[in-house]
């Protein structure tokens, strides 16, 4: 097994230009699905193991139907699955010491070559009556199900499916079945040291994807619109065959009193604005690639005739923005939950004069992933559910956050310093998967 993994990890980084200024090669839909799959192999065969017996729960079930699919079960197909098919039904079940997991698809084929068929539907023609077979064949102490009140990632079982598990399964069983919640978001924000060496390059190219649109290639001070920018960003993904998990935003900040963008409310897109030398650009995008996600927000600054660099005072506020960030790393502890995260962060950045709002959440397999939030953008007390979970190594963050900084040059308006950059969470601390910014991209660049 091993050597499979160190023989894809070869390939990928044969394909990969490793130099900051240099786009990593994109791998063809052939190189992603062989790349999936090996990856979600060596999940199943050496994380979810782990996280069953770290839960006590020894059978999972996660069942779906095609075009209604578990969050879960999407995460579980192969490549290429796009969907499930017809009623697909996945058992994993703990056989306990070292003799592993074992891997059902309640399913004419197999899902894949991890989850085997075992069901003959000329000799059990009922779906539901094979899966209580297999259920009572194996004795299971606690059986899991996709079934949760805080996130709907791990909410996937309908009430249909619910209902005709209940109708068929023993009262004896009924009795050992439980919410699969913890497991599930476990699965979901727990990265693999495979996926984190992919994830630093996935970054990358989202790096690379803001800074060509943060660039005299893409804006014409006085001409170009910020939706203009919006749409560029939307073509350029999918001229690169990636794709995105939300619509970007692009808006601009300025001395201007009619410009209210430091006070809009993030319930309400911005309007479309003509970009204008002395402007502060602000982009906030996202790429989907191998199964994970990015979201970052950076800062431009249109220079202004004659000017070479952004003023001193923009640099300052974008510092001010940046010590935000490591307050709130700093005070990432595993066990510590996220709403402890966010109290510590607020309390500290108020006693160093700084204005916070902080709204930072898990990323992976989705962009607002499964695992503790830190903050909302309305919710600066602390999150209900989500918020109560603790901190993981191993798991993608979203460090995202503003800092409003009053500016004396802009007739004392404040500028919305909005920072957002992808991180991952290891015993050593928190680090960013590709750097930071911690100066403006410059429109026209300076040479």
Known sequence: MKKIYLTFLTLFFLHTVYAQ?????ILT???RAAVEDRILQERIENLLPGLMRREGIDMWLIIGREYNEDPVLRTMLPSTWL????HTMLVVFDKGGNEGIECLAVARYNVGTTFKSAWN??????QWKRLTQLIEERKPKKIAINQSSVFGHTDGITHTEYTDLLQKLSSAYQSTMVSAERLAVDWLQIRTNTELAIYEQICRMGHLIIAEGLSEKVIHPGITTTEDVVWWYRERIKELKLDTWFHPTVDVQRPDENNKEANRSFAQRPTADIIQPGDVVHIDFGISYLRLNTDVQELAYVLKP?????PVYLKKALATGN???DILTSNYKEGKTGNQVLAETIAQAKKEGIVPQIYSHPIGYHGHAAGPAIGMWDMQNGVPGSGEYTLKYNTLYAIELNAKVKLPEWNNKELRVMLEQNAVFLPSGVQYTDGRQKDYWLIPRQK
């Not at 200024?21 to 090669?25: A, E, G, L, N």
């Not at 969907?83 to 017809?86: D, E, F, I, L, T």
């Open 121 to 126: 539907p000329e000799k059990e023609p009922d």
């Open 21 to 25: 200024s240099s786009m990593p090669v």
């Open 323 to 325: 010590r935000l960030q």
């Open 29 to 31: 839909l052939r190189e």
């Open 83 to 86: 969907s499930a098919r017809r």
């Open 306 to 310: 004659g000017e070479k660099d952004a």
